[in-house]
């Protein structure tokens, strides 16, 4: 079998390389050969829309001229010198995040991608603070590497939390479409963040470095905080000297339609994880930055961390370029107006599909939650169920692959995070797949 051609392009894949967070047996990945805008073409001829940038980090689409100019230029210049020497990307990159981010953050450090960011978060805040508890949330995802898997409170981090790095605090999440404590709107005075404060008197506030939680939820459901949430999670923490890591890998970069989502609530974390959005994928590149604070202390210590392919030259160009096209393009506009797009168009699906329990969504970060009951908010398939027991769900994933969209589902979330310069036309194509996977679900809610 020829190796170029689609069916030998599959089985060298399949055969000879290891997929993410899957079985490998059974597996039948798009095949990808190219990809321009929101599209992704495979070798057999057949085009995808992207209605979740891959993994919510192609933010600028595919091949933007643009960034692929500024890449080759700098390829042919400099690609990598270790991380002990300047260069000129590195310091334009570093000035230009200074300038984006709250003006409390000062001084980056760079990775090559988002759980990165959060492990040397977490060193410098132990390091910095002297303390070692982490409170983080259950319903969080902050990277796969030890620190970060244990960091997270994703059921991801079960199969290796026998091995967990020591020192994480999960608390309970301001998920208000299934309050803990059976709140409502109307009814809630914020006993989530209570809970919080509570759980830190447990811990003993002096043994707690930081308060790390995502900008704005991603992969645990979108659940959207409420209105003040980050202003009282930043006076506990301001209370007891406790610092705040906003990790922006998922929700930075434009994609809640903020250069960063904790900028939405105007409070001022003491470091920022980035990512992702960061390149938009065109190479990979994370980031750490630190408020000034951190930054004069690591004046008169040693700062303990470091990676052979930090300040990667090609990377932190990259990411410069990919910064002038969200500014070119005013993409954090089009992030809000496609958003409020978005979800006016899913109140129309709503009133089509019952099996839509609800759609939490910020800028171009958003979720579909699928029930079986509006009233009892039953769910479509169980929280956290096995592949095995995806039932209606894996037809539904089945039915998006069938009519052209690629997209993230999980249990029964459907996620709708398109690249940020994305058009009303594509928005509507994409719920119009959605929607015919949709009375799938419609059936079962109706018992047929
Ligand atoms: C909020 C958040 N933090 C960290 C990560 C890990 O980033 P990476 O996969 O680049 O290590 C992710 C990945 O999805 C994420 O969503």
Not at 132 to 149: D, N, W
């Amino acid at each position: 079998m020829a190796e170029s051609n689609a069916e030998g392009i599959l089985k060298n894949n399949l055969q000879y390389t290891l997929f993410s967070w899957s079985k490998q047996a059974g597996l039948n990945p798009i095949n990808a050969e190219r990809a321009e805008g929101c599209y992704v073409y495979t070798h057999e001829g057949k085009k995808y829309l992207d209605f979740c940038s891959q993994l919510f980090n192609v933010n600028l689409g595919h091949s933007h001229p643009k960034v692929l100019a500024a890449m080759k230029k700098q390829l042919e210049k400099l690609c990598y010198v270790y991380p002990g020497m300047a260069t000129e990307p590195r310091g334009l990159l570093g000035k230009k995040l200074a300038e984006i981010t709250p003006k409390n953050l000062t001084k980056t450090f760079f990775t090559l991608g988002g759980a990165e960011a959060v492990e040397n978060a977490i060193k410098v805040a132990r390091m910095y603070s002297g303390r070692h508890k982490i409170i983080t949330r259950y319903r969080s995802y902050h990277g796969a590497t030890m620190g970060a898997i244990s960091a997270g409170g994703d059921p991801r981090r079960h199969p290796v939390d026998q091995n967990a790095m020591p020192g994480i605090v999960h608390v309970e999440d301001p998920y208000c479409y299934r309050c803990p404590w059976t709140k409502t709107i109307s009814s809630c005075d914020y006993e989530c963040v209570k809970h919080i404060e509570r759980v830190i008197l447990f811990e003993n506030p002096e043994n707690i470095a930081a308060i790390l939680m995502e900008g704005e939820s991603g992969t645990s459901g979108c659940i959207k905080y409420p209105p003040e949430y980050w202003q009282r999670i930043k006076k506990i923490a301001e209370k007891h000297r406790i610092l705040l890591i906003s990790d922006e890998v998922m929700s930075g970069f434009g994609r809640c339609g903020n250069w960063f989502a904790i900028q939405n609530s105007g409070v001022e974390p003491d470091m920022i994880c980035m990512a992702k959005g960061i390149t938009s994928a065109y190479i990979p590149l994370g980031a750490l930055i630190v408020s000034n604070e951190i930054a004069e202390f690591f004046n008169e210590h040693t700062m303990n961390i470091g990676l052979t392919q930090s300040a990667y030259a090609l990377g932190c160009a990259t990411a410069l370029a990919c910064l002038q096209v969200y500014e070119e393009e005013k993409l954090i506009e089009n992030t809000w107006n496609m958003g409020k797009y978005l979800e006016d168009q899913i109140e129309v699906l709503k009133r089509r599909h019952i099996c839509i329990g609800d759609f939490r969504n910020t800028g171009l970060l958003g979720c579909l939650e699928l029930v079986k009951n509006r009233e009892t908010k039953e769910p479509l398939v169980p929280w956290n169920c096995k592949p095995s027991e995806m039932g209606v769900m894996a037809k539904i994933i089945k039915k998006i692959r069938d009519l052209g969209m690629y997209t993230f589902v999980k249990w029964n979330w459907i996620f709708i995070a398109p690249p940020l310069n994305v058009t009303k036309d594509d928005i509507d194509n994409g719920l119009a797949i959605i929607s015919k996977a949709l009375i799938l679900a419609d059936d079962v809610c109706k018992g047929e």
